[in-house]
């Protein structure tokens, strides 16, 4: 049975985007298919993340409006064989986005892959809530801040009450993934804890990723870190949310202060 | 141990980003601007070019593939059609043939 997960966050600039790509990619290593499908109409970047921004042809409205059928607007990924994306259109806006048109295409795309994972923009408007109008289950992407927390905690609630699966008066399984910890802040005691904000938002966690160069790498490169830099610690906690997500019980990472032979020198002789 | 695998390493990931955006914005503003609306050429391209098409052979719209590379030098459109095949064709005349003598039978 195909499952339909929703990324998403409120607030913008927390790693929606990375986490699609990076889950996304991670699922689909596993031999699972998955389609990514990017909801942020007019301002598009996941085709970018993907490396796939000089391939797209169709877009989702493009298949909404039936300009094109879905097979055409797909884009195969080169790396990965079972793993595909969905452009969002750059040059429509979001009221292009109808409600039956998002959920034939999603219906559609359930017959054909495992995981339809739908990439949310930030906000709360429109596209926000086609993203996860059919949503199955939620990845909740979170930055152990204020701001980030409390927005949460609004998607949250929207996703309790405005989703198909609530109106049906299903409960939505959520996960909070924490993104951009900093290990050596939250020894130092400045960053929010990750209890805190489990406590605060009440959500279980599927896994916390440290903020990490090779994040910022993989975009440059155009893949997802899980498939650009796979033996990062950022990969690894991208791979180990996805085998949570297939259903596998293990033990969340916390990641810790990993410093060098050359960093613990300069230390050394700079104290 | 940066430095050693700042030796090791074949190519920083910075300039790669950049010629990436150059070549995509190049496209996106040529499309935003409306001074030559790529995107709807594109479109255009391919809908007189299928209707050439069908105007000889019906053609499933599902057995029509079309694949985009934008560079920066130029961009490479390719329309795949699957033609039906010869034996299918034969199959029908066949069968034409048939009902063509049952009828005169």
């Not at chain 1, 109008?133 to 939620?138: E, L, T, Y």
């Not at chain 1, 699966?165 to 993104?179: D, I, V, Y």
Request: aromatic fraction near 2%.
């Amino acid at each position: 049975m195909a499952k339909v997960l929703v990324v998403t966050s409120g607030k913008g600039g927390v790693g929606k985007t990375t986490t699609t790509a990076a889950l996304g990619a991670a699922l689909a290593k596993t031999g699972q298919s998955v389609v990514l499908v990017d909801f942020d109409v007019g301002l598009r970047n996941l085709d970018l993340i993907m490396g796939a921004e000089r391939r797209v042809v169709f877009d989702l409205i493009n298949v909404i409006q039936g300009d094109a059928n879905l097979a055409q607007a797909l884009i195969k990924d080169k790396r990965i064989e079972t793993l595909s994306l969905l452009p969002a259109s750059q040059t429509r806006d979001k009221d292009a986005l109808t409600a039956e048109g998002v959920a034939k295409v999603v219906s559609e795309l359930r017959k054909k892959f495992d995981w339809v994972i739908c990439d949310s923009p930030a906000g709360i408007e429109r596209g926000a809530q086609m993203a996860m109008h059919h949503a199955d289950m939620a990845v909740i992407v979170t930055n152990p801040e204020v701001s980030s927390v409390r927005d949460s905690d609004r998607i949250i609630g929207m996703l309790d009450s405005t989703t198909e699966k609530a109106r049906a008066g299903e409960k939505m399984p959520k996960h909070l993934l924490l993104t951009r910890y900093d290990p050596q802040r939250a020894a130092s005691g400045d960053m929010l804890g990750t209890d805190d904000v489990l406590e605060i938002l009440s959500i279980p966690l599927l896994g916390i990723v440290p903020e990490s160069p090779d994040v910022l790498k993989a975009s440059n490169l155009g893949a997802p870190v899980t498939i650009a830099e796979p033996s990062s610690a950022a990969a690894g906690a991208y791979m180990e949310a996805a085998r949570r997500l297939m259903g596998e019980d293990i033990k969340v990472t916390i990641p810790t202060e990993r410093r060098g032979m050359l960093d613990w020198l300069f230390k050394w002789r700079a104290a | 141990m940066s430095f050693l695998s700042n030796l090791f390493n074949k190519r920083s990931s910075a300039p790669i980003a950049r010629d990436r955006l150059q070549i995509l914005l190049a496209h996106e503003r040529m499309s935003v601007d409306g001074s030559g609306n790529q995107d709807d050429l594109l479109a255009k391209l391919h809908r007189e070019i299928m209707e050439v098409i069908k105007r000889h052979i019906s053609v499933d719209q599902d057995k029509v593939q079309i694949k985009m590379d934008r560079g920066a030098q130029c961009s490479v459109l390719e329309i795949d059609v699957e033609v039906p095949g010869l034996t299918d064709r034969l199959a029908k005349k066949d069968d034409k043939d048939k009902d063509d003598k049952d009828k005169k039978d």
